[in-house]
């Protein structure tokens, strides 16, 4: 990139959103983000950083002056100040809580005493509260008079929320009703009170369930004695939906959902160890399996050739089972009160597959090495392996999720080292029995 | 379940949200599903069908009688409606239309005309537009009197549409600047301009990424004249995004995100017998290359007994790989500009850990078999596979995202057979060829 390309580079990239920027930032290697983060202008920067994955914040922020960094993240909404705060360098921490105003701050340790992935966490601290008694009349007046002294309302607005005298929650007043009833109104008349109020411990998962069952656009959030002390606006609770699919998806892989696909390449090369090397384990465990028949091998090799084929398809069986228990327990469908039905069905979806492919290989394996009995342990071991293959993808996310581990991370490696082990144990057992 | 128990759980289940319900219907086996679909009144109905996967929905549509169905779905908002349309026996869709008053029929079919999965299918086309050359005031106005008249406004309402005389889109009046700007501003001064009108072919996933990106409450779509035709809510962009991780996730095992857990098992065992066929046909394929080797084999059983480390091993490293720049492409941050710094870095990142990994199993060779030689092509195939299995990862999504084809669902097929046909190939060629 010449100086002229970076400037042109620069104007557009000025010009686009700031999840564009954040975007088109991780699609390149380091070298170039560092040239194109230069050139952004320290608001843009704090709005771009808050998109970015944290890896690549991380990067950011170490190649950042503090000062500029500071400049950057002043200007943040709470919530996502609280969420990046920690990440920054010590003197910036110290410097951007010595930029905030008395208000500011406040509101900010409000936020900061709720873990990231709570209601708490999320929250917006600037809801607009209004007293049940009121007119909507008077209502509409604070409103302008607040906007009057303030500049703006709080973004994302689509209700002001009703508490008593003692900041209890009372319910919710949606604008839509604001301006559509008469003005004459009393609020507790007209305000909506079905729509509960949060705990600020909620966990994360928890609101976005909430927020999609009741089609939500914002939510009230209170603290342990029920006094309302933010509200969660749709759009975070977007981001906590698209957090949680990353990171289900990308943990199948035994990756993280922050991962930056530039990340330097010790780092990532240790992460990425860790998983390499359990499989390692499993696969050792598996060729071990294979070395205690040996013997049967040496006299038999069409064996070996075949044995590949017997641990796969299990495995491959195991994986949609897997994968459909897996969802079903993040929705709470699987449950210890029908485990037992959903694994009758899969062995029967399986039963059914077991016999078409039991035939399938039992006449390739009789055409290929012209030995009917050979076929038959063929099929044999392989029905067997398909039947534990929906038996294990049954039982071990069940399993793993009542031990506290999450199915998604840790179900393919148990699930591959079960199938390949009883695949190979199967086959190559039966085979010694009955034809050696 | 007796009789006592249904009624108590139907009294549970109708005080539940729909939501709700349709959750518990899917946890049960079919036979249960029915006994508590019968008790459900026939507005609850509809609202519960919505919510299913639509392999449930099918099934319990067709144990409905019609009138029964015709009650249930009357009431549905129209888009949720025009999704369910076409899954409804013949003489349901007939006397639906006929329920429809002449404005209804005429909104069903606008959000008819286009395809589920675009701008126009999301849709609902009850929005209240206003003109730009009103007053707040009047905006007021009108909107009291349609409240009146109609007794409700449009659900989850937080803006209006500003068109002008022609129905051409202009801009959007929140409500939130409604409420608190002076009532004699007129609706053009303070209107916002930066929310681009999303055109009705616009993709359900493009529509999904605007809404994230710029936190976008609802927006206007407009036909191909720019014409205003309805809004989306990001109610059912919460829905889009919650589909999409699911497809994405059930299709890499092969699976259909609206697969029904106690689906009956012919139909599912047929739908994932074709996965598991491509996936036995893979097998095949490396077992014949095992096949070419026979001969190695019984002369070094050994060769056996590793060889399943080879391939696995390259196809955990691969996966790895595979599932980071799937992801990059899905969010547009791998295309051919970047493609080849993605490969460097993937093989950068796996060179470190061939090293690691290579030395490892030699030493594990050596041990086990006394025989260096034996090690040192272990090692080897091991270090060759895991690149293979990194380069694998890196093109095969890449090239399959170019032929049209989803990575999600085919890439883990392609990449396993690569993986394991290169593994058993370079592992029992290069023992071939240096150590008998």
Redesign the interface.
């Known amino acids: 990139l010449n100086v002229e390309d970076l400037n042109r580079a620069a104007a557009q990239l000025q010009a686009s ?1 700031p ?2 920027i954040a ?1 088109t930032l ?4 380091w070298e170039r983000r560092l040239q194109i983060w230069q050139l952004l202008a320290p608001q843009t920067k704090g709005a771009v950083l808050i998109e970015l994955y944290e890896e690549v914040q991380d990067g950011l922020i170490a190649e950042s002056v503090p000062d500029d960094l500071v400049k950057a993240v002043s200007g943040l909404d709470i919530d996502d100040l609280a969420d990046l705060y920690k990440r920054l360098p010590k003197e910036v921490r110290t410097a951007v809580l010595q930029t905030m105003d008395e208000q500011r701050r406040q509101r900010f340790e409000a936020v900061s005493r709720y873990p990231n992935n709570t209601a708490g966490g999320l929250m917006d601290v600037d809801a607009i509260a209004v007293r049940g008694d009121a007119t909507l009349d008077a209502v ?1 007046r604070y ?2 008079r ?2 009057r002294q303030q500049g703006e ?1 709080p ?4 209700a002001v929320i009703v508490v008593d005298r003692a900041s209890q929650y009372m319910g919710i007043l949606s ?2 009703d ?5 003005e004459n109104r009393i609020v507790s008349e007209v305000m909506n009170t079905e729509i509960k109020p949060i705990p600020a411990m909620t966990s994360a998962k928890k609101v976005a369930r909430l ?7 914002s939510a009230p959030v209170v603290d342990e004695d029920g006094k309302l002390i933010g509200r969660i606006t ?2 975070d ?3 906590v ?2 957090e ?3 990171h ?3 943990s ?4 993280e959902e922050e ?1 930056d ?2 990340a330097p ?2 780092p ?2 240790k992460r ?2 860790i ?3 359990v ?2 384990v ?3 465990i ?2 071990w399996v ?2 205690q028949f ?1 013997n049967s ?2 006299q038999l ?9 017997v ?3 299990g495995g ?2 195991g ?2 089972t ?3 228990v897996t ?2 327990i993040a ?5 210890p009160s ?1 485990i037992g ?2 694994l009758r ?1 899969e062995l ?3 039963s ?2 077991a016999l ?2 039991a035939l ?2 039992a006449a ?1 394996g009789i055409i ?1 090495y012209q030995n009917i009995n050979l076929g038959l342990v063929f099929a044999s071991a392989l029905t067997i392996n398909l039947l534990n293959g929906a038996m294990a993808g049954t039982i071990i996310p069940f399993a793993l999720h009542k031990l506290g581990i999450d199915p998604a991370l840790a179900g393919g490696v148990v699930l ?1 080292a079960t199938t ?1 082990v009883l695949g ?1 144990f199967t086959f190559l057992g039966l085979a010694t029995f009955f034809l050696l």
């Open positions: 959103h999840p564009a975007n991780e699609a390149f290697p509409l409103l302008r607040t906007r309302l973004e994302h607005m689509d604008l839509s604001l301006v559509s009833l008469a927020f999609e069952d009741y089609d939500l656009l749709v759009d609770v977007v981001d939906i698209r949680e699919a990353d289900t998806l990308m199948t892989a035994g990756l991962s696909m530039f390449i010790i990532s090369a990425r160890a998983w390499l090397g499989n390692l499993n696969a050792f598996a060729a294979i070395g040996e091998i040496e090799v069409a064996l070996a050739v075949l044995m590949p084929i641990a796969s398809m491959i069986a994986t949609q897997l994968t459909l969802r079903g929705l709470d469908q699987v449950g029908n039905r959903v069905k029967g979806v399986i059914v597959n078409l492919f399938t290989v390739m290929w591959m390949d190979f």
